[in-house]
């Protein structure tokens, strides 16, 4: 049986979606307005913020590539968006290790879109441990190994912290 706190989390958590490759702004967006962006669309996971100077410092550590003009574009903020969600379980180390072996594997209008994917089949999995996983893609590489496995263990921490908080 589950209970009422744990219904009302499944409830406030099951419908989270992370936006879609052509849904993020390509127009050029400033840092502020940047990170106003992904927040809002992270709001619903408590814990995966960015800050202006979380961003700033990505960029000085050649995690994401730096602003053109002073403006953020499409595939920067997707980078963000797999960044705020892997944060939550890696060091900056492996951020900037994994960042670098991404880029060398996938371009980015291949790689966001299967991470975003992935992580609704295991988001959808771990707010409701009767949904089966998804087999997404065709390939079984290293790589994609890898990304499951932080995308797993980031989605148990956002969910337990959201969990917790609920408790409080």
Do not use: C
């Not at 992370?18 to 814990?47: R, S």
Request: glycine residues 2%.
């Amino acid at each position: 049986m589950v209970s009422p706190k744990k219904q009302q989390l499944q409830a406030n958590l099951s419908e989270y979606r992370l936006p879609a490759f052509e849904q993020i702004p390509d127009v050029g967006l400033y840092l502020e307005q940047t990170v106003y962006f992904i927040n809002e669309h992270l709001k619903p996971l408590n814990g995966t913020n960015l800050t202006s100077s979380m961003v700033s410092n990505y960029v000085k550590q050649g995690i994401i590539q730096g602003p053109v003009k002073k403006m953020y574009y499409r595939e920067q903020i997707a980078d963000l968006f797999f960044i705020a969600i892997a944060k939550t379980v890696l060091s900056l180390n492996d951020l900037k290790l994994l960042m670098k072996i991404q880029h060398q594997t996938y371009p980015l209008t291949v790689a966001y879109p299967y991470f975003q994917a992935e992580f609704q089949n295991i988001w959808a999995h771990v707010i409701d441990e009767n949904k089966p996983l998804a087999v997404i893609g065709t390939e079984q590489t290293e790589e994609k190994a890898m990304l499951q496995s932080i995308i797993q263990a980031a989605s148990y921490k956002i969910y337990l912290d959201n969990y917790f908080t609920l408790l409080r």
